[in-house]
T-cell receptor, first 115, second 112 residues
Framework: DSGVTQTPKHLITATGQRVTLRCSPR?????VYWYQQSLDQGLQFLIH???????AKGNILERFSAQQFPDLHSELNLSSLELGDSALYFC??????????????FGPGTRLLVL | GEDVEQSLFLSVREGDSSVINCTYT??????LYWYKQEPGAGLQLLTY?????DMKQDQRLTVLLNKKDKHLSLRIADTQTGDSAIYFC????????????FGGGTRLMVKP
């Protein structure tokens, strides 16, 4: 158990709908990263938040957005869902160690199926 | 752009050593990671190495880094059936914000 929790574990929805994925980082971790794992694209970085502020964006669609709240949990919002959004969505929280190294610990993921 | 590549599949017999290979893009300040993913599970961090190191050993795991060839390998000694999983190497560049760039994963199958 990494200490990172994600809910829900599974989500089935229809095209055009909107869903919210939730992530609670490990106690004390200020950073939350979101990644998408799909069969065709592999594991891709979406977005990074640090202590409530957006720090970096990766291959995140405009239909997707995220935020990190004062209690440091994060939510990933996916809207106008398409079949191709079906994937496993991971969040990871991290602690900064020496020389700029961050160890990212991953949650169990949310499996999204868009029908 | 960044590109991390791995071979797709490796099959070994129980008790043998497994060597999983990865190539990565170079940077003056790079950390390289190995993660393990079992079916239906998340990513478990196995080990990591900084790009100025050549080798790191942690129990049954040995990481070798050839910086000249941008080649990283993970050796698992005395491979067990419980080691069957997908192994991902990943690169993070300190100056670029530390997000992870993953390879496509290597599926390790351990035969009894």
């Amino acid at each position: 158990d990494s200490g990172v929790t994600q809910t829900p574990k599974h989500l089935i929805t229809a095209t055009g709908q909107r869903v919210t994925l939730r992530c609670s980082p490990r106690s004390g971790d200020l950073s939350v990263y979101w990644y998408q794992q799909s069969l065709d694209q592999g594991l891709q970085f979406l977005i990074h938040y640090y202590n409530g502020e957006e720090r970096a964006k990766g291959n995140i669609l405009e239909r997707f957005s995220a935020q990190q709240f004062p209690d440091l949990h994060s939510e990933l919002n996916l809207s106008s869902l398409e079949l191709g959004d079906s994937a496993l969505y991971f969040c990871a929280s991290s602690v900064v160690k020496g020389a700029g190294q961050e160890t990212q610990y991953f949650g169990p993921g949310t499996r999204l199926l868009v029908l | 752009g960044e590109d991390v590549e791995q071979s797709l599949f490796l099959s070994v017999r129980e008790g043998d050593s497994s060597v999983i290979n990865c190539t990565y893009t170079d940077s003056s300040s790079t950390y390289l990671y190995w993660y393990k993913q079992e079916p239906g599970a998340g990513l478990q961090l196995l080990t990591y190495i900084f790009s100025n190191m050549d080798m790191k050993q942690d129990q049954r795991l040995t990481v070798l880094l050839n910086k000249k060839d941008k080649h990283l390998s993970l050796r698992i000694a005395d491979t067990q059936t419980g080691d069957s999983a997908i192994y991902f190497c990943a690169e993070s560049i300190v100056e670029a914000g530390n997000m992870l760039t993953f390879g496509g994963g290597t599926r390790l199958m351990v035969k009894p």
